[in-house]
């Protein structure tokens, strides 16, 4: 680590008419001087747009990758997860607003290079870098640089991302990263315009775009009671995924009362039922309960012979019978990156 930095020059935007303006969202930020986007982490100074955030990492720890949630991607791996604060999005129930939704002036007193953060990954024994826990997509160019640097190593990386990105910016990210998990939050673009200050269909092109370059791509949808639980949506969603790619894991997640949004409890274990029973019908091979252990819905059952090949308990592989993804049982070959 050094000591502090000039933020550094942002990628992803445009002089236009003496402002700035970001394409690495689609908000698509027109900033004047001295402005700061909705995310907060990128800045207009001396004319150019700064990213407040490029070489500031947070949180770094090493988690299982079960954690992300990836559960189709090199189970049992140990992953190197990092963030700097801030989002594009503002979600009223967000589980991590202490890192997403930071105010004011961002920290700046230290710098880690790429190649340092990947260093302490190997370290630590990962096998993967995730970018993850507020959202890779505003510290992009870092985030990038970082997964450069893995890739020169050896190393894989995945994106744990709300899926709210620009077209270039996802390409690019296409390009680079080897897996990810996509917060798909509602099928209602009022409900992502309303509580989110988002849009549905960007969030949608991602995961087309994604599955279609060939990166793994997982999705979670933390399931909301009185926002997002209703059979009518979670079917919706369940539809989309599987026109998309039945073998695409879906996992429906236990909201648990967070920020601005505690007038109401946690999601009811059979809400969480209802939307693993909605994934089955709508031809989704793989859905998941995710935060409540125990459930039994964490396991992984072949879909041909309807054994469990993969126990799980609360991110933890108990026992794997896949050889490089081929059912023990009868040989079939399970979707994902063994
Ligand atoms: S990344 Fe930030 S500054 Fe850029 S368009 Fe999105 S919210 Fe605005």
Known sequence: MSGPQQPAVARFWTADAGQARCLLCPHECLLDE??????????????????????HPVGGAVDPIEKKPLFHFRPAS?????????????????????????????AQDSYVPAETLVEDAIKAGCRTLAHTY???????????????????????????????????????????????????????????????????????????????????????????????????????????????????????SRFHPSFHMTDRGVTPAATLAAARTAGAEAGLQFVYIGNLPGANGEDTICPSCQNVVVRRHHFTVVENLLNKGSCHFCGHQLAGVW
């Open 34 to 55: 001295g402005q700061t986007g909705l995310c907060n982490v990128r800045k207009v100074e001396d004319g150019q747009l700064r990213s407040l955030v490029y070489g």
């Open 78 to 106: 140990a992953t190197y997860s990092y963030a700097t604060v801030g989002c594009n999005l503002a979600c009223t129930f967000c589980q991590n607003y202490t890192l997403s939704q930071v105010q004011g002036s961002v």
């Open 134 to 252: 507020s959202e890779p997509t505003i510290f992009l160019e870092y985030a990038l640089d970082v997964a450069r640097a893995g890739n020169a190593r050896g190393l894989d990386s995945v994106f744990v991302t709300n899926g709210f990105i620009g077209d270039a910016a996802r390409e690019e990210v296409a390009a680079t990263i080897s897996a990810a998990n996509i917060d798909l939050k509602a099928f209602s673009d009022l409900t992502y315009r309303t509580v989110c200050r988002g849009r549905l269909q960007p969030v949608l092109d991602s995961i087309v775009s994604l599955v279609a370059a060939g990166v793994w791509v997982e999705v979670t949808t933390l399931v909301v009671p009185g926002l997002n639980d209703s059979p009518a949506e979670l079917g919706d969603i369940a539809r989309f995924l599987a026109s998309v790619s039945p073998a695409i894991p879906w996992h429906v």
